[in-house]
């Protein structure tokens, strides 16, 4: 089993910047694709940016130019450097661990480090 664990959420101005943090339990080979995803207050999770092992990166419109997603593989870490945010930034974000088994997807997913970001 994998486990996730975020860290570097909290309180934020707009315009300033938070990093967050996903810690995995165990090596993640680069089979996986390494995401973050959030949700707000009455709203449907969604994808903020994704990366493969390879370091091919992915970001919903919304964030990009202002957030980058990374990972350290030899400690076994994401991160998702947030830059210039918003107030509609504020949401849960949420690590994700994902890959393909055959025709079927295997998901690890942490529990979540709220963002607050204030105007």
């Known amino acids: 089993q994998v486990q996730l664990v975020e860290s570097g959420g909290g309180l934020a101005q707009a315009g300033g910047s938070l990093r967050l943090s996903c810690g995995a339990s165990g090596s993640i080979s680069s089979n996986y694709v390494m995401g973050w995803y959030r949700q707000a207050p009455g709203k449907q999770r969604e994808l903020v940016a994704d990366i493969t092992g390879g370091g091919t990166t992915n970001y919903v419109d919304h964030v990009k130019g202002r957030f980058t997603i990374s990972r350290d593989s030899a400690n076994n870490t994401l991160y998702l450097q947030m830059n210039s945010l918003k107030p509609e930034d504020t949401a849960v974000y949420y690590c994700?661990?994902?890959?393909?088994?055959?025709?079927?997807?295997?998901?690890?997913w942490g529990k979540g480090t709220l963002v607050t970001v204030s105007s």
């Open positions: 994700n661990a994902a890959r393909k088994i055959g025709i079927m997807t295997a998901n690890y």
